[in-house]
């Protein structure tokens, strides 16, 4: 009789170690998939235009515009390490706040895309710019 019981516990054990093993796993995958989710979210930024990001609004989310710089409207503090300009597209101007280094290859007509966000006052503040390079490189890189 006790040989019985033993037998039937066998399964029982092995269906109870499955079972761990299924909702284990389960769990992983499920941490797995939110962790990929999340940092989805928090590492993308919409491109717009300037009249597109005018018409949306301050919203808070991260963007980023694509344009052209503005000559004389550069306004660069060393010291505060600020850099105001404004940025021109075919649908408009936008102005622009950095705050950072200024980059050496920034001037006016320079092609540019800033990363950050539209507050209420109608301004862009940007946490990231990159500059593109000029197309007197890939001439060069042509001929050479």
């Excluded at 909702?23 to 597109?52: F, K, M, N, P, Q």
């Excluded at 991260?62 to 000559?71: D, K, M, N, S």
């Excluded at 622009?96 to 980059?103: D, K, L, N």
């Amino acid at each position: 009789m006790r040989d019985s019981a033993s037998a039937a516990e066998i399964p029982l054990a092995r269906s109870r170690a499955r079972s761990k093993f299924l909702i284990g796993g389960l769990l992983i995958v499920v941490a797995v998939a939110y962790l990929i989710i999340t940092a989805a979210r928090g590492s993308t930024a919409y491109y717009l235009t300037v009249a597109e990001l005018k018409a949306q609004g301050a919203t808070g989310r991260q963007v980023r515009v694509a344009g052209y710089v503005i000559g004389e409207s550069i306004v660069w503090s060393a010291q505060d390490l600020r850099l105001e300009f404004d940025l021109q597209d075919d649908s408009g101007t936008l102005p622009v706040i950095y705050i950072g280094a200024r980059p050496d290859m920034f001037r006016d007509g320079a092609e540019v895309v800033v990363e950050g966000r539209y507050n209420e006052q109608g301004v862009f503040e940007a946490g990231n710019m990159l500059l593109k390079c000029p197309s007197k490189y890939e001439e060069a890189a042509k001929d050479g």
